[in-house]
């Protein structure tokens, strides 16, 4: 059994076996020689490196994805959810997809500046710019740094369309911004709510907020105008898979309008560091947990393919899809998606600005 360190998610840090890159153990600090305490390792500490992108804005053309293009603040993620699909982006930074994904973080400061150069371009089509694709843009990292609010200032004065996907009630402390934008169609906030049990969200996501604080986080939102929905993404069977029904009752009464989920996706290595934390907290079921991911993914542990992959296949799935769609009719969370307004858009104004 792996060795636990508090707070933290993955048990392992290993490297990707794709660039053939050597095991590490911690960070080399010598904080991580210390002796275990108690059967825990001692925690790790978090540093954050400066980025400097050319350019922050992200495309894509996925037919499983509703959004072609985003923005992500952040590499790497504290919030430390073991299931993260954005873990093996670390391999290319020769960092472990593992501990080194939640404690060696990337923050990209230039974003603000580099977002309001790309909506200034000759040729700009505005479409809704989608936030916390990769990694949470409100990871406890934003206090500092706050790169997100930068880049929500620079939409607002455009009035650019933005959606937000996170786990943090830190995304309401940008009410001023959002709000204004909310009520002209411009903003919408997916809160992801994937346990209310707390003993399972500390060790599933361990340091990300708390789910009382997030289902509080969707009342502020929506008090304030803002349209939230919840996203139960992931679904992990015989771990969270109980708690459909829960979770979405819960988030009607505190006011979201609608609701998605995605069976748990295990891409790269984010498979061999799950199947190391099953052993680790849910040994007594980690061999049913991954018999029915299979099940779900073709007898694999991931499914890679388009339009499968965010569905799954098989009756563990279907029963999922069942279960998800009956509760989201009965708590009225079955609403058609929101289309934000596009029309609204104005480019930045400055030496770019002034071509239109």
Known sequence: MAKTRATRGATLNKDSVRFNLPER???????????TVDGEAPPLRTTVTVEKPKTVLTRNNSPD??????????????????YC??????AYHDLSP???????????????????????????????????????????IEGKWRITRGCIEVLAACNHPITITTKSDRVTRDLDLLAPMAAKGLAAVMLSVTSLDPRIAMTVEPRAPSPAKRIAAIRTLTDAGIPVFVSMAPVIPAVTDHEIEHILEAAADAGARGAFFLPVRLPHEVAPLFRAWLDTHFPDRAGKVMATIQSIRGGRDNDPNFHTRMRGQGPWAELLRKRFHIAAKRFGLDGDRLKLRTDLFRPPAGPQGELF
């Open 25 to 35: 153990e911690g960070d080399g600090d010598w904080l991580d020689d210390r002796e």
């Open 85 to 90: 699909f954005a873990r093996p982006s670390h």
């Open 98 to 140: 593992g501990l080194d994904f939640e404690t060696r973080l990337f923050a990209k400061p230039d974003a603000p500046a580099l977002l309001r150069a790309e909506l200034g371009k000759r040729g700009y089509v505005c479409r809704p710019i989608a936030f916390g694709t990769n990694t949470d843009p409100y990871q406890p």
């Open 65 to 82: 994805i509703a959004f072609d293009r985003s923005v992500n603040p952040y590499r790497g993620c504290e919030h430390g959810c073991i």
